[in-house]
């Protein structure tokens, strides 16, 4: 069993930077996948960004590619998103997620746990 509580979410001028992090909670932490998801009113929940549980592979959506940087520390059993250069587009309520799958996964059936999320609203 792993709890997710995500933190790190505001309001944040276009071309501004936010850094998202998630706390998670269980013996077994350092073994997930973590990845970030968003959701934006009326849309579907969309893939952001993954990390293997060693941090040696990360993966990212287009669209947030050499803006965003996900990382983790297992140490600590957090999960943290740097987020730069932020465009309006990118508001959005912010998940952490946990898949027990070996590699990286991108879609999300794969995630069994979630957080509560965290809203970023980016201002034009």
């Known amino acids: 069993q792993v709890q997710l509580v995500e933190s790190g979410g505001g309001l944040v001028q276009a071309g501004g930077s936010l850094r998202l992090s998630c706390a998670a909670s269980?013996?077994?932490?350092?073994?997930?996948?973590m990845g970030w998801f968003r959701q934006a009113p009326g849309k579907e929940r969309d893939f952001v960004a993954a990390i293997t549980w060693s941090g040696g592979t990360t993966y990212y959506a287009d669209s947030v590619k050499g803006r965003f940087t996900i990382s983790r520390d297992n140490v600590k059993n957090m999960v943290y998103l740097q987020m730069n250069s932020l465009k309006p587009e990118d508001t959005a309520v912010y998940y952490c997620?946990?898949?027990?799958?070996?590699?990286?996964?991108?879609?999300?059936?794969?995630?069994?746990?979630w957080g509560q999320g965290t809203q970023v609203t980016v201002s034009s």
């Open positions: 269980g013996r077994t932490f350092s073994s997930y996948v």
């Open positions: 997620a946990a898949s027990n799958l070996v590699g990286i996964a991108i879609m999300s059936r794969y995630y069994t746990y």
